[in-house]
């Protein structure tokens, strides 16, 4: 059996991050959608709430299962015997990070390779802070992440403002 990991902060998921899922799930049997902590990042959901979003949005998406990890993603492989780590990468900046990451992860679990899969060319300039943004500004975020989540981002961001940055 096939297993693959996508992780990420998933805060929150958008229309963009539904796009790799869709696509991965075609290329394994089983494919995690894993919501981790990044340290660098002061999340504006929590963990909890950002699996529940995810499971609405792709819990019907066959294969795929929603969980949460609060450790290191090269363990997190390891424990749920998956080969593969799947990362987006929209522009050729999110390169160099994501090489490094990669490098890590395999240093760490050598049994583990990433495969980048190319975000689609309407996603590309999206991103989980950009749709935050918006909806903080009163912006319409139609579109940038599932409709059947708006509704939650908007109340929790308009009611927060940018909290999340601070
Ligand atoms: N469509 C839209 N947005 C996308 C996207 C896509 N296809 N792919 C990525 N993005 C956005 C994300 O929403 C995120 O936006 P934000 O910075 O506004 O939150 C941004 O691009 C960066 O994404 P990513 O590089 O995947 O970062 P992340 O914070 O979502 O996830 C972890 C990073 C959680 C996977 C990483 O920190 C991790 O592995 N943590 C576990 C601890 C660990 O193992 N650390 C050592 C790693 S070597």
Redesign the pocket.
């Known amino acids: 059996m096939k297993i693959a990991i996508y ?5 929150p998921v ?4 539904v ?2 899922i869709r696509r991965a799930a075609g290329l394994c049997d089983k494919l995690i959608v894993a919501v ?6 002061k999340p504006a959901f929590s963990p909890e709430e950002r699996c529940e979003m995810l499971q609405r949005v792709v819990g019907d998406v066959p294969g795929v299962e929603v969980r949460m990890f609060s ?4 363990d997190y492989a390891a424990q749920e015997h998956a080969e593969t780590i799947i ?2 990468l ?1 522009a050729v900046s ?1 390169f160099e ?2 090489f ?2 990669a490098l ?2 395999r240093k ?1 679990n050598p049994g583990v390779d990433t495969v980048f899969l190319m ?1 689609s060319a309407e ?1 590309m300039y ?5 749709v935050k943004d918006i909806a903080a500004h009163g912006g319409d975020i139609t579109g940038f992440v599932p409709d059947s989540i708006q509704d939650d981002i908007l109340l929790r961001i308009r009611k927060e403002g940018n909290s999340w940055q601070r």
């Open positions: 992780p990420g902060s998933f805060d958008t229309s963009g991050h796009d790799i981790m902590h990044n340290q660098a990042k450790g290191l993603l090269a990362k987006g929209r999110d990070y994501e490094q990451m890590a992860n760490l975000t996603y999206l991103s989980s802070s950009i």
